[in-house]
Each structure stands twice: as structure tokens, then as C-alpha cells.
């Protein structure tokens, strides 16, 4: 070997389902240390002793090769499996180990043990509702499909390319809401008044504002040198769209610095939409 | 009161940040527990002391309504917020209280206590990624833009509503991955070869299966009555897509009774795409 690289120590989401919740788990507990020390995967639906010990095979061979033991952040609800991987060599963190028999305290009852029903269809109910409300977004996104507004939770306004699809999207996928979208035109900006769609719906407007600079760099991407990306283009109409959101006293929010969930959490707390319940 | 429900114990998300992360780790934990018998809520954005305690007086209020002492999901940095909060008279579970300390003596050095970064714009070309994989999965959905066939890291076939969509979305936006997908038409059904358009990226697709009933009510309510939607038509159909996978030894999977992110996954694991690090 002649590389002097510093080794990494390898990370392992484990989970006896999709591994989503596993990588939620110690994906955030890693934000508290240093990230760029770390080899990062996912194992999932390691649900049976084999496919277990075939796991933990692997996962020691990682740990050989760099001398750094490795970590498995796990969501495993089978004893069996966990008692394999607990034997290896390495740090094993188990969710359920960790805060079952705190809960078990708490509730005074024995838990389930029932298999990892957090991303599967638990309820059908709840999974329907999911996709129909992202065949909504995607019939009522860019303000297609305005005779659907009356069914809409939440209708988010906003000049051209400053992040209403994602939202909208976002919100269908992860929290079921109905959520359409309006682009503001730049004669709906001129006019300044509601767009004529818009008016019956106000209380369900939100506006969305991006820094000018930021915009000209996005629209830039899409038709370089355009009027339609000129930065003094890009800044008229987010002036106009911030006046528009004043004037008729909506809620808005400047995405420049925000994730999508972020974003998408504040609106919900604005509108006061429940999230569907797990 | 006139009502004889049995009082639900109250259950709250608790986050400095979107409570994405809280709410994932809370009801994955419940699911090993009834239920039924709690009332689930998220508090997103406690990141002062003073939102602290009036969250806190806001818990407090509805254990004392209830009667039974309510159960706080955290995820929150601050030393002082925890602290309030642990002090109420609730059940204060913690994620950062139960595994930093295993952790930091694990890595053997000590965290940094940086506020919630798991879903904020960490790392902004992460984010960059998935909103142009979702804007590639909505330019490239339903056989629309075959142009780009050559940049898709997997390309879902399928009779037409077998899930194809919602199942592109979820990819390009939990993991960033480019998915595109091909409608399987009646005449692609009985030329009974690969449609000329996907010949040469045969090793990225990926065919989705559907029960038969499930599919003729999914048809029907689009279309009740229909030719579409009737019940020989889509068992047709879908006996043709299935042998058309396995003649070409397409990898499939039937998606009936599976999450999107469970068929997500299986699909990252059979096309070995690795997902976007965190």
C-alpha cells in the first residue's frame, strides 16, 4: 500500500426493512462528529440469522481492512438477529435497544416484536392518501389544473424557479397534503392585484422568495443570457412578488438557505395542516 | 363530560429543527407498542429556551387532561432546551441522551453539539442533486423525453398505473437518483419485444408488477366502466409485461403490497446504485 491516506472508519445503517429509518437515525446522531471521517452504506432487509451473518462477514472485513471498528446504527426487531450482530466485532447502537425498555417503563406493557412496519404499507388508508395527493401536485403543478384550487390545503405562489415543485412534491409524498402551485407572472406581478385564479382561494396562499443573485444563477442554468435570467429582470420581480405578499398580507417565506423539509414545515405550521398521522 | 372514551395518552415529536427525524424514530419505536391508543402530534422549530417551556406548558396541559403522563420523541441539540424539557412531568426519550454517549466513547472524542443538520441544506451540492433528479424524474415520466434515456440510472417499465411515477419521484428525492420511466402500451405488449426506445439501455430497467384486481380498481377509478379498466384487459396486460421481463430477464417486482419505499429500495439494491451520502 502507498497511499498515506488517513483510513476511514466505515458506518453501517443495518435494518431488517428498507433501512430508512436507520439511516435517519444515525445520519443525525453523525452531524454531532466529525462527517468527513466516515465511510458511509446501508444494509437492508437483513431479516433472517443468515443474511445476518453474512452481514456481519462483511461488516468485520471492513473494520479489518481499515483497523478502525466499525459502527452499525440498527432498527432490527428480531432478538435472534441482533444477538449475531451484537457478537461481532464491532459497535452495534440498536434503536430498539437502546429506548424499548425505557418505553416498556413508561407505557407498563411488554412491546410487540413485531417486524419494522415503519416503511411499509402499515396502512393502506394512509398510503392511498399519499398518492393521490401527489397525482394532485403533479395535476396542479405551475398552475395547470386551477379548477382542482378548491380541493388544494395549501396553494404556494412565487415567480418562476424559486423552488414551488419541490415543495409542493414534498408535501404530497411526505405528509399526504394537497398542495398546488401559481407561477406569478410578470404581468400577474404588473397588475398587482391577486391573479384572478387566486382570490377566492387567499387563505390558502403562500408565497415563496428566493435572494435575486441566487435566481439569476438558477434561470441561468436553464437559458444562459436570457432577459427571462437577467439579474435586474430577476430582482423586478422578486421586488414585485415581496410588495404582492405584503400588500395582501400573506405568509411567505425566503428559501435561499432552507431544505425543502424545512420549508415545507414551516408552511404546514403557517396553514396549520395536520401531518398524517403514522 | 358525557363520553366514556378511553383517554389516549398524548405522544409529541419534538425537534430544533423540522421534526422529521423525531417523528421518524418516535413511530418506529410505537410500532412495537398498541397503537391505537395514542395521540400523535409534531413540534417542529423548539430552539430557544422560551419556545421550550410554552411547548412544555403546552404537554404538560394535555397529560393533565388525559391523565396519563405524556411521552416526548426528542431530537434536540441544546443542552438547556433538553433540560427544561426533562424536568416537565413527562416521559422525556431523547435520541441525542441516549446514543452520544455511546458514541463519543466509541470514536473516543467528544461532540460538537453543531444544531440539527439532518434536514437542512447540509451539504448544498446534496441538495443540488435532488432537485435536478426530481426535475429529470418530472421531465422524464410517463415516455415523455427519451432523448435523456441515456442519463437515467434505472428506467421503470410498467402497464400504465402500476406505480411507476410516485416510485421515481421517492428515488430522485429521498437518494438523488435520475429515474425515468416507459409506459408499456397495448401494442408494446404484443410486439412482444423491448420497444425500440429502451433496446439499448436494457441493463437500467426495471419492471413493476401489480395484482390484477388491485390494478382493475385503480383503472377504474379513473375510468369506471371503461375497456382501459375492465378486468380481462388488465389481466392481459399484465400477463404480457410479466412475460415480456422474464423473456428479456429483466429484474421485476410486484408492488401490491409494498411501500414506495420499500420497491425504492429493492430497486437501489438490484441496480447497485449507491445512495446519496448524507
Keep these: 500500500m502507498t497511499t498515506s491516506e488517513t483510513p476511514k472508519r466505515s458506518i453501517f445503517f443495518l435494518s431488517d426493512r428498507t433501512g430508512i429509518t436507520a439511516e435517519t437515525l444515525g445520519s443525525t446522531l453523525l452531524t454531532q462528529f466529525d462527517e468527513g471521517s466516515f465511510r ?36 432490527t426487531v428480531s432478538d435472534e438477529v441482533r444477538e449475531i450482530l451484537r457478537e461481532g466485532s464491532v459497535v452495534f447502537l440498536d434503536l430498539f435497544d437502546m429506548f424499548v425498555p425505557a418505553l416498556e417503563g413508561a407505557l407498563e406493557t411488554k412491546s410487540t416484536h413485531r417486524e419494522g412496519r415503519a416503511h411499509g404499507i402499515a396502512d393502506e388508508d394512509i398510503y392511498e392518501s399519499r398518492i393521490d395527493a401527489m397525482n394532485y401536485a403533479l395535476t396542479h403543478d405551475d398552475g395547470v389544473g386551477e ?14 424557479r424559486c423552488g414551488k415543485t419541490p415543495v409542493c412534491i414534498y408535501l404530497a409524498m411526505q405528509h399526504g397534503v394537497y398542495a398546488a402551485n401559481y407561477p406569478l407572472t410578470e404581468e400577474d406581478l404588473e397588475r ?22 441566487r435566481l ?30 405584503k400588500r395582501h398580507g400573506l405568509s411567505y417565506s425566503e428559501t435561499t438557505n432552507k431544505s425543502i423539509e424545512e420549508i415545507a414545515t414551516m408552511i404546514m405550521q403557517d396553514k396549520d395542516i395536520r401531518r398524517r398521522s403514522f
Excluded at 45 to 57: D, G, H, I, M
Excluded at 60 to 69: D, F, N, P, Q
Excluded at 217 to 233: H, M, N, T, V
Design 40 to 75: 458511509q452504506s446501508t444494509l437492508p432487509f437483513v431479516n433472517t440469522p443468515e443474511k445476518a451473518r453474512s452481514a456481519l462477514e462483511y461488516i468485520e472485513h471492513t473494520g479489518a481492512a481499515s483497523g478502525l471498528k466499525p459502527i452499525i446504527f440498527s432498527t
Design 147 to 160: 379548477n382542482g384550487y378548491k380541493n388544494a390545503q395549501v396553494i404556494l405562489i412565487a415567480p418562476s
Design 216 to 245: 439569476h444563477q438558477i434561470r441561468s442554468e436553464r437559458r444562459k443570457g436570457s432577459q427571462y435570467a437577467a439579474l435586474p429582470q430577476v430582482s423586478y420581480e422578486l421586488r414585485q412578488a415581496e410588495s404582492l405578499y
Design 192 to 213: 398587482r392585484t391577486l391573479p384572478p385564479a387566486l382570490k377566492e382561494h387567499k387563505a390558502k396562499l403562500y408565497g415563496l422568495w428566493i435572494d435575486a443573485e
